[in-house]
């Protein structure tokens, strides 16, 4: 079982940063594809990126390329999402994943865990 907690959502004029934090309780969490996603309510869960074992590759919606960095740190089984430039249609909350497959489309279905989520409102 891998448990994930996430943190660092909160209220954010637009233009602003900032940084979500996902800290994972695994011993193997180096093992696992790492995902960010957000959701609206009455909405389904997109995908904004992830990053693959090692931190080799990563991978963007279109919408935040460019604006937002995901990033791990094995050593502390934690997995970081640095958002800036942040827009008012970024608001939603946002949930950390783990998947023990390596995704083929990044999509929510191939996500094997998830934390709770954390809110992130950007007011224009």
């Known amino acids: 079982q891998v448990q994930l907690v996430e943190s660092g959502g909160g209220l954010v004029q637009a233009g602003g940063s900032l940084r979500l934090s996902c800290a994972a309780s695994?011993?193997?969490?180096?093992?696992?594809?790492m995902g960010w996603f957000r959701q609206a309510p009455g909405k389904e869960r997109e995908f904004v990126a992830g990053?693959?074992?090692?931190?080799?590759?990563?991978y963007y919606a279109d919408s935040v390329k460019g604006r937002f960095t995901i990033t791990r740190n094995d050593a502390k089984n934690t997995v970081y999402l640095q958002m800036s430039s942040l827009k008012p249609e970024d608001t939603d909350a946002y949930y950390c994943?783990?998947?023990?497959?390596?995704?083929?489309?990044?999509?929510?279905?191939?996500?094997?865990?998830w934390g709770q989520g954390t809110q992130v409102t950007v007011s224009s």
């Open positions: 994943a783990a998947a023990a497959l390596r995704p083929n489309t990044w999509n929510a279905a191939e996500f094997n865990y």
């Open positions: 695994v011993r193997t969490f180096s093992y696992y594809f």
């Open positions: 990053i693959t074992r090692g931190g080799g590759s990563t």
